[in-house]
């Protein structure tokens, strides 16, 4: 599985991003797609989740209402729209996937940047 990352970078707060994360390597409908995120001196956080099929996106509270999770099949990539952003919202974001069985994330993408300033 590779997962190949983009979409990061500066932005003013209450401005918009979107990143994407182009999978490749297997067929992903049994898969599970995450995004997580890493601020400096922080443990890397879960932001939001989405079945391969599109079905039970799932959020962190902190971005309820303001990110949205989705896939596009016919790219093979999963979006993380961010709005509203929050200069608390500057982190590295990475892009995952596990089995739906799996309780954990194996495959990982390399991280982007991104930057919300005040």
């Known amino acids: 599985v590779q997962l190949q990352a983009s979409g990061g970078g500066l932005v003013q707060a209450g401005g918009s991003l979107r990143l994407s994360c182009v999978a490749s390597?297997?067929?992903?409908?049994?898969?599970?797609m995450g995004w997580f995120r890493q601020a400096p001196g922080k443990e890397r956080e879960f932001v939001a989740r989405i079945r391969w099929s599109g079905d039970g996106p799932y959020y962190q509270d902190s971005v309820k209402g303001r990110f949205t999770i989705s896939i596009d099949n016919t790219k093979n990539t999963v979006n993380l729209q961010m709005n509203s952003l929050k200069p608390e919202d500057t982190a590295v974001y990475y892009c995952a996937a596990k089995l739906i069985t799996s309780a954990s994330y194996p495959y990982w993408g390399q991280g982007t940047q991104v930057t919300v300033s005040s």
């Open positions: 390597g297997r067929t992903f409908g049994a898969y599970i």
